[in-house]
């Protein structure tokens, strides 16, 4: 429960249990955690819906990349009649029913301008802007006073829109995935994807469906893995072998049976890296393409794979290689970043690039009550892990203060009595 004060034109409310800013899955599986731990929490969001990302800003052909036993959320597995790999419909409906289950306090259209812990109450003090973008105005702010503050933004609250030189002067449409649907609106089109990875893949197969032509920009090297390995899901056997192997050998078996399956994708103009797919994501959090069909398109040029851009010109795009291309549309699918530092303040729990310092697992907690959710960089999975532990840690702290208060509330009932 939150209750309201009125502290001059600015609302106060006392949150009863954990604040999360956050109504995405991560910010949900805290939440049910909590509730099974009988803790009552506040989910603050500044869309209009949760899971926003996956309701606003994904493309229509979106499936989940990993087989649904590795991305349902804690205490309520995906219904048996979802396909191995649901749709983002299928998985939007999954979360909608999630939060309902567990009745979860949401608030809608307040976007976080500030937390800080108050070091004198002991408390953190969270302001927000209510009304649709967080539109400012004092009358719209409100302060949320808590003990604990749980971090469920996660890695992809912002767009990554890199500078190009000659973006003025291109004069067509520049967009980031975020923004793109399906490439029926493309048909005929020349369109330049950059990024290489799984949402770059998945649009340049979506825009080769509709018949336009996707030239994919590839800067980096990247692993490319094929999503069933032997009629077996590539992950599900990435995770078995880690059992009993070192995830240097494990890596080893995945590019030598991709190598088997998929070809040597090098002279594709596709370069792997130098540390295999498993300790890449670990170390670096940069995770492999699963192959659903790109691949194919690419061998038979049907998508075609260029280096990096030197600079835009009006309608065209020269590369680094020197060779100049016509160009309709370009699309980013350069990723998402943390956008914590724009809201958080006075801790030092996160590095540079908006992520916890200590490394997974020990990066879901830090000093005075702040916990972070989702920033693992091991996906729905990772999330889930750490919102079981951070329901844990709350919910031990919880029952003692509860278990105090009954005390000195029966204490004091006895002291009335005899007076």
């Known amino acids: 429960m939150a209750h309201l004060a009125d502290h001059g034109k600015r609302r106060c409310r006392w949150v009863n249990g954990p604040l999360v800013v956050g109504?995405?899955?991560?910010?949900?599986?805290?939440?049910?955690?909590?509730?099974?731990?009988?803790?009552?929490?506040?989910?603050?969001?500044?869309?209009?819906?949760?899971?926003?990302?996956?309701q606003s800003r994904v493309y229509d052909r979106l499936k989940l990349h990993l087989p649904k036993q590795f991305c349902q959320l804690p205490k309520l597995p995906f219904p048996e009649d979802f396909p191995e790999y649901p749709s983002k419909n299928q998985f939007v409906d999954y979360l909608e029913s999630y939060a309902a289950h567990f009745q979860l306090n949401k608030r809608f259209d307040e976007t976080v301008v500030s937390a800080k812990h108050d070091n004198t109450c002991g408390m953190w003090r969270v302001r927000t802007c209510v009304g649709r973008h967080g539109s400012r105005g004092r009358r719209n702010e409100v302060e949320y006073i808590c003990q604990w503050l749980v971090v469920a933004t996660g890695e992809n609250a912002e767009c990554v829109v890199p500078e190009m030189e000659g973006s003025e002067e291109f004069g067509r449409?520049?967009?980031?995935?975020?923004?793109?649907?399906?490439?029926?609106?493309?048909?005929?089109?020349?369109?330049l994807v950059v990024g290489c990875g799984n949402s770059a893949m998945e649009v340049c197969l979506d825009l080769c469906h509709h018949n336009a032509?996707?030239?994919?920009?590839?800067?980096?090297?990247?692993?490319?893995?094929?999503?069933?390995?032997?009629?077996?899901?590539?992950?599900?056997?990435?995770?078995?072998?880690?059992?009993?192997?070192?995830?240097?050998?494990?890596?080893?078996?995945?590019?030598?049976?991709?190598?088997?399956?998929?070809?040597?994708?090098?002279?594709?103009?596709l370069r792997r890296p130098s540390l295999g797919p498993l300790?890449?994501?670990?170390?670096?959090?940069?995770?492999?393409?699963?192959?659903?069909?790109?691949?194919?398109?690419?061998?038979?040029?049907?998508?075609?794979?260029?280096?990096?851009?030197?600079?835009?010109?009006?309608?065209?795009?020269?590369?680094?290689?020197?060779?100049?291309?016509?160009?309709?549309?370009?699309?980013?699918?350069?990723?998402?970043?943390?956008?914590?530092?724009?809201?958080?303040?006075?801790t030092e729990f996160f590095n540079k690039d908006g992520f916890p310092r200590q490394a997974f697992p020990d990066g879901w907690k830090?000093?005075?009550?702040?916990?972070?959710?989702g920033f693992t960089r091991r996906g729905l999975s990772g999330a889930s892990m750490d919102a079981v532990k951070i329901a844990e840690d709350i919910g031990r702290v919880w029952k003692e203060e509860t278990r105090q208060a009954k005390r000195i509330t029966a204490c004091h009932r006895r002291c009335t009595?005899?007076?």
């Open 417 to 419: 009595s005899q007076n």
């Open 213 to 269: 032509f996707p030239t994919m920009v590839v800067r980096d090297a990247v692993h490319v893995l094929p999503r069933e390995t032997f009629g077996r899901s590539t992950f599900e056997l990435a995770v078995s072998l880690m059992k009993w192997l070192p995830v240097k050998l494990v890596d080893k078996v995945l590019l030598i049976s991709s190598w088997m399956i998929l070809g040597n994708i090098e002279k594709y103009g």
């Open 366 to 373: 830090g000093g005075s009550g702040l916990y972070a959710v």
């Open 279 to 346: 300790e890449l994501k670990n170390t670096q959090g940069k995770t492999p393409v699963l192959d659903i069909g790109a691949l194919q398109k690419i061998k038979t040029g049907e998508i075609k794979v260029v280096p990096g851009i030197k600079r835009l010109l009006h309608g065209r795009a020269e590369l680094v290689d020197g060779r100049i291309l016509d160009v309709d549309s370009i699309i980013l699918a350069t990723g998402y970043h943390s956008n914590v530092h724009s809201w958080l303040q006075g």
């Open 23 to 54: 109504a995405g899955p991560s910010g949900l599986a805290v939440g049910a955690c909590l509730k099974e731990h009988g803790v009552p929490s506040v989910i603050l969001e500044r869309s209009n819906c949760i899971a926003s990302l996956w």
């Open 173 to 191: 449409q520049v967009m980031h995935t975020s923004d793109y649907r399906s490439g029926e609106a493309y048909r005929g089109r020349q369109v």
